[in-house]
């Protein structure tokens, strides 16, 4: 069963990343680092972003035009870097 900061993190990252491909910008990506950090504040692991990325990329490719599939999956791969790098700083930091 998902916490309810599990459920937080994957409405949020449901709605980031479709922004973020349909708009790819500073501000759009922003919001991916922000999820990150907020993940973090919660106490939320690697684990959780990655499954909640999963889901909103499933949901992005089944929405996505044919032809648009390639850029939707790197666009994703971009958001999903920018939201574990607050994971990273933190590991640096130790």
């Given at each position: 069963?998902?916490?309810?900061?599990?459920?937080?993190?994957?409405?949020?990252?449901?709605t980031g990343?479709?922004?973020?491909?349909?708009?790819?910008?500073?501000?759009?990506?922003?919001?991916?680092?922000?999820?990150?950090?907020?993940?973090?504040?919660?106490?939320?692991?690697?684990?959780?972003?990655?499954?909640?990325?999963?889901?909103?990329?499933?949901?992005?490719?089944?929405?996505?035009?044919?032809?648009?599939?390639?850029?939707?999956?790197?666009?994703?791969?971009?958001?999903?870097?920018?939201?574990?790098?607050?994971?990273?700083?933190?590991?640096?930091?130790?």
């Amino acid at each position: 069963m998902a916490s309810v900061e599990q459920n937080e993190l994957r409405r949020s990252y449901a709605t980031g990343l479709p922004a973020y491909v349909r708009e790819p910008n500073e501000r759009t990506l922003r919001a991916a680092y922000e999820l990150g950090r907020e993940a973090v504040t919660r106490e939320l692991d690697v684990l959780d972003l990655a499954l909640v990325h999963h889901e909103a990329l499933a949901a992005a490719l089944r929405e996505a035009d044919p032809e648009d599939v390639e850029r939707v999956i790197r666009s994703a791969g971009d958001f999903l870097v920018e939201s574990l790098s607050a994971f990273e700083m933190i590991r640096r930091a130790y």
